[in-house]
Structure formats: C-alpha cells, structure tokens
C-alpha cells in the first residue's frame, strides 16, 4: 500500500538537506584511506598521509641573504660614507680582524664572519672595500634551522600538496612521501532513453551526460572514476551493475530512476543488495529533490535523479564532502566563497534548501553582484555554463530580495566588468 | 667598464613591474596556439580552441519538466480539490480531449498535450485521474531549444572547460572538440652548490628545490614541462642547455646566476645565444629583484632567482600570465581574490612592488584577516607554506598600516577560526 501511495501523490517526507548527510555520514563510518609511496615529482595535489619531520636543520648552515660581504660586525661600526672603514678582501674560509670575504646569497657564511654587509653600501678598490654603514652581528644572515629546524613538523598530514610544500620537501632532501590512496568513484547511469554520445539517437532518446559529467567533477578532487555504462530500467540489471561497482569500486553514484512510484527502480535495486540499503530518499532540497543515499556493503551508494543539473548540485552537496573524506582530507575542501548584492528578486520554495545558479560579476569600483540564471526547469544545462556559482537559500526563505547581500559558492572565474546594475 | 660598475655597486636601474611585463610581451607577438582534437573525456580543463556551436535544438524535443501528467491545458481549467477535473488515462502517442498520460521528468510530450499537471496535485483513481489545480498552456514543459537553440554558440572559445560545458557538449552529442595545444616550459637550474635531491650534499651543497616548485606551478596552470637537469655556473655549458630548451620548448625558465657581477652568468649566456637577448635585468620589486627576462629566437627566457621564494614570486607576476597566453586563455587567469584586514604594520620598501605572504584567515562572525609571516630573508620557504596568499604594496608605500583593508590573491585554502586579532 506504501507504494502505491508514493507511486500517486509523490514523496510522502522529505528530509532536509543537513540531516539527510548527517544521517549518510553516522551509517557509514568512513576508515581512513590507505597511504601509498610516491616520488615528491607525481606528489603535486596529493593529500599528505603523515607528517613530515625535518631529519636535519633548514638551512643546514647560516647563509647569506643577500650579494656583498662576509664581515665581523665590529670592524664596520661607525662607518659612514664620509668616513668609511677599509677592510681587505680575502678568498679564505676563515676571516680574520678587518677582513671581508666577498658571497652571493645563498653562500655560506665564512668562520670569523657574523654578518654580512650588502654590496651597494661597499666600493671596492685595489683589493680592498670601503664599507659605507655599519652592520650589526647576524645581519643578513640566515640563521641555520632558520626555516624548519631539526624534528619539527614541515608539512601536516591531511592537507593537498601545492607547490611550496614540494619546494619545502625538496629543500629538506625528501624524495618520496606517503601520499593517501585515491579513492575510486563507480557511476552508472540509468534509463531507456539514454544514448552514448556519438551514436545516433532515435525520436525520443537523448544523450547520456551525467557519467561524463560527474567524472569530471570526481577528476578534479582528485578521486579515480570507474565506468560502470548505461543500463536500462530494469531493477536486476541496474541491481547487477551496482553490485559490480560495489565490489570494485569505494564508492557508486548512479543517475536516474530515482523518481517517485513506478519510476522508482534504482532504490529497488539498491534495496535488493542488502541492509542497511537506502536511508534517505527524497531531500528537501531544490533542485535534486528525488536524490536518494544509501549504504550497501558498508559503500556508500548515491542514487542521483537523471537530470544533469540535478546531478551535479546534488554531487556537489552529498558526494563532495564524502569524497574529501576518502581522499583524506583533514577539512572538506570549500568552493571559494564570496558575499555579493543579488541583482533581483528570486523566488524560492519554502521548506526547500534553494540552489540558485548565479553569474557573478565584479564592478570597476571592486563592488560583486551576483545575477540570478533565470530558468525554466532543473534540466536546463546553460543555467550551469552561464552561471560561475551558486548561493544556497536556506528552508526558511520565501525568495531573496534585490540587493540582498548573499554568499556566493564558485565553480569558475570572475569576471569584472563594466556593467550597470 | 660597465660590468665593472654593477659588479661593484649592484644593478644600476630597477625597471617597475609593469613596464618589464609590457617591455616583454610587446617584444614577443605570440601567436595564437595550434589546436589539437581530444575527446570530450579528455577535455576537463584544456582551452577550448574554436566556439562550439548548437548543430540541433536542446532538448531536440518539448519534454515534460516534471513528474505527472501531459493534459490540454483548457481541460484543467477551473480545476479544484473541492471540484476536480477528471481525465482519462491514456497511453497512446496522441492525447485527445479530457485525457492524459502519464510522463516523468524529460519524457517528451505526447501529441495534443500543451501542458504537464505535476503529481502532487492530482488522484489516480480506476484509470483516471482527478485534477486539483488548472495549469496554464506550455507550464511544466521544456521547449524544444529552451536550452540551446541550432546554430547557437554553446560554449565559446578560449575559456579553460569545467565539468558543466563538458555537460553541455555531451548533451549536444559532441564527442571531440578542438583544444589548444599544451605549451611546453623547459626548467633548468644553475649552481655550482646545487645537488639533485636523493644525493648526498657535501659541506656547504644544497638541494635543488626550483625546477620541482616551478614544473608544479606549470602543471597547475595546464602546461607541460622539459626538465633541462642542472649545471654549473659556467656560461658555455649554460648557453649550450638554453639552446637546446628554446629548440625543445616554447619557453626556457631558468633559475640561479643572475645576479650582478661576476654571479651574472645567465643574462650573460642568454645574450650570447642571439637578439634581442636580455630585455629587462633587475625589476623594482621584492622578493626577485634580479629577475631577468629575454627572448631569444622569438621565445621567452624568464631568468629567476636561485631562491626558491622569489623564484615562485617572479613565476607568478612573469611567468603566469604569459603561460596563460600560450594555453590560448581568452583572460589571464587569477588567483582567487578576497579583501582582509591587515593584522600588523608591515614594511614595505619605497620603490619597490613588495609581495607581501601572508595568512588570511576568516573569524567566525564571516570577516577576513591577514596575517604578515615574518621573515628575515625570502630564503625561507616556510613563508609560502605558512601563508595561503599575498598582498601587492605598491611601490609608493612605504609600509601597510595595521587594520588597513588589503587586497589578498589566494594560493591556497582559507580557514575559519575561532582567533582573536
């Protein structure tokens, strides 16, 4: 009877968007991922596995910071350019009273020196210097252990690696590190209209999107994908193929089949694959509502509605997160958020978290605005290539009003522009 | 009698930023990129080549936007829960008068129906359902070409492609586009103290960081790169190593021997290799005040520090937008950018562009902070690996005032913390 009645009136209840991953997260209980031995070249956003401890001093001995030469502060006080101190140039590795030895930066300091005077404050003449200011001891020096010192943390586990952190791991000689394994991301895509693209449709059918799509989201997060095809609405095929991508795969996404009532196939099937199955279908959320999440063999399963737009908003709230964790991240990486002034009204469904699509722009005078996609429908792909971000309207939002001050979550550059509002 | 002058007294002249940019590309003329066919999977970030244009209708169809019942509008007028309509359920690919079928969302619309009555605001009894609500003509539908029309440009050239236009290509049943070639950026270190790390440093040896830190920042921004090893300060052998670069590669980054004197090996080797040679040595600017940029052969030779840090900071003002040029990049791509409170005075030095690292962090109550890391020398490469962004001073500023507003280009992720300013 429960079916029929969701086949009919669709869904009965709809859990909110926060409740409904913190539901997904608690059944789950996410292990962190394993680490793995890479080369510090193939190291670039790779998420660290373990701290890494400097073995010896950075620098490993005090060095100058800058052109000129090596000197001991006390022969250079009081010189002026009127009244300069004379000090002979010397080639040893050790320097004596009224002695400089000329280093470039990055040289090492010579014994005897205790600080460094820079060239433009010298004139050489006939193998001498005239030393035109006075220094003080361990001027222009870089002190060793100055930039890590021995046994201290250089690097943090749970962070991606940039560039400075290779530059940093370098300099202290390391040549591999422990990186996290990549997790491995199954999706499938379900319905009978769907066609690969590059075959030709019949009336009626249309191109598969959502698996190109969502991989390429996965792709950069830096999560492996695994293709897992295009099947029918058939519940043990579709239950067949979920099965597979569980046993190969960390994690299946699929797209499709998630509506209500006769159309509901891909929960059926996830059901059909064992406890504790699908925990959450229906989310109040728009768009996406028709998203369900679930646990099948300890995986998560996240069943998407077959709407690219739907799909990718709903893998941005509920598959984003997750993955970060099983990338082993130590906090979810955040899309780069900024406030500005919404250019008009925008309607927006109470009860629903609202993702509105928006182009945001910056004036000349620095000020953002955020232009709201007008659109007909979820499934209307330009709102997402027209938009560079989104700002989410929480439940308790009728509409947003003009000029509002929102924050804007970015998925692509901003633009400045000489744009009246 | 020149040479003899910067060597005693350092660079004679400081070119300002913006002029030694200018000087440069004006020199260069680069040509557009050639482009090159990839499948749509391969495309995620590549620059598109050519304006991608709409060969059908999206949808090529009027689909349903929703879940529920394809009807004639005019027989939903009227309509209420206390006085439904009701319609014969049909499941021919024609509907007439007082009938609907049933469709789910993007399910194309049967002929003789103008509009879709969602599920939730009708009954399914024996066959037929009670319509509750009227809908207006074309409601719930998406037009035949709502979303791109034929001979539309779905996406346009020279923007570096995100999952969402790879979406919408897909669904246009694009399978290949044209992308711009990657360029391909040689990196050669120069420095008689310098080993390959995995090598065991002598006394006073060090590891060479640079090539690593730049082939990242390159692979980051879509570029290949050519690693051209390391040599010793003999200008020969660096000349011999350039040559073969600018023959292998569209560009030659060198780091180390550029500074004044006898330390000015690498303007020297470049200038031997053919016009114009060095263009710009010396640049107002700190960290990287001896960069050094040239062409030789019609391509860029960007000749950087032997430090690390200023190595990365003159990558980023030299390096970056002319790497953006040769990907084909309509726009310069920058760094994400946000404004913040400056946390303590900071000196700057008058004439010079300062680039200032620092650590922006984001209070609870939403407001941005940036945090100046200290630092005696810009050898320390913990200053890039603390910061997660840095502030221009412009060249007349002597210094930032604490609590100034600042503008922070961002290198890495911001944190929200719970700290006290």
């Known amino acids: 009877m429960v079916i029929i009645l969701v086949q009919l009136k669709g869904f009965q209840k709809l859990t909110p968007v926060e409740e409904a991953l913190q539901k997904f997260l608690k059944e789950l209980q996410l292990r962190k991922p394993r680490a793995v031995v ?23 001995f005090d060095r100058s910071a800058v052109d000129g030469y090596a000197v001991k502060a006390e022969d250079t006080f009081e010189a002026s350019q009127f009244k300069p101190k004379v000090l002979q140039i010397t080639n040893k590795r050790e320097i004596g009273e009224r002695q400089a030895k000329q280093v470039w930066t990055g040289n090492p300091i010579p014994k005897g020196a205790n600080a460094v005077l820079m060239l433009e404050n010298t004139r050489r003449v006939n193998g001498k210097i005239e030393v035109w200011i006075p220094v003080a001891p ?17 690097v943090k586990a749970g962070i991606r690696l940039k560039p400075q952190h290779l530059a940093l791991m370098a300099a202290l000689g390391i040549k591999e590190v422990k990186v996290f394994d990549k997790p491995k991301i199954a999706l499938l895509a379900t319905g009978n209209e769907l066609v690969e ?107 998407l509605s077959g709407n690219p737009v739907a799909a990718m908003i709903a893998f941005e709230v509920f598959a984003r997160p997750l993955i970060c964790k099983m990338l082993g991240l130590k906090n979810v990486e955040a899309r780069p958020k900024l406030k500005a002034k919404i250019t008009r009204r925008t309607a927006t469904v109470l009860g629903r978290k609202t993702f509105i699509r928006v182009r945001v722009f910056q004036q000349r005078n620095g000020e953002f605005f955020a232009d709201p996609i007008s659109t007909s429908g979820s499934g ?5 290539t027209k938009a560079n971000g989104y700002v989410v309207a929480p439940e308790n939002r009728e509409g947003l009003e003009e000029g509002e001050s929102v924050t804007v979550h970015l998925f692509d550059d901003v633009e400045v522009v000489d744009e009246d509002v």
């Open 38 to 60: 890479t080369p510090l070249g193939s190291a670039l956003n790779r998420i660290l596995a373990e701290d890494v401890v400097a073995k010896e001093n950075l620098p490993r």
């Open 138 to 154: 361990g001027e222009n020096i870089c002190k060793e252990g100055e930039d890590v010192s021995k046994g201290e943390v250089a």
């Open 197 to 303: 693209i590059g075959v030709k449709p019949r009336e009626n059918q249309i191109f598969e999107v959502n698996r190109l799509a969502l991989s390429a989201l996965c792709q950069e997060l830096g999560a492996e994908t695994l293709d897992l095809g295009i099947v029918k609405d058939n519940a043990t095929e579709i239950a067949e193929r979920i099965k597979f991508g569980i046993e190969k795969a960390d994690m299946v996404i699929t797209t499709g089949g998630t509506s209500v009532g006769v159309s509901d196939v891909v929960p059926m099937a996830v059901n059909s694959l064992g406890k504790p199955g699908v925990l959450v279908h229906g989310v109040a959320m728009r768009p996406a509502m028709p998203t369900a999440l679930a646990v099948v063999n300890k995986k998560p399963v996240i069943i």
């Open 380 to 384: 209307v792909i330009t709102t997402m």
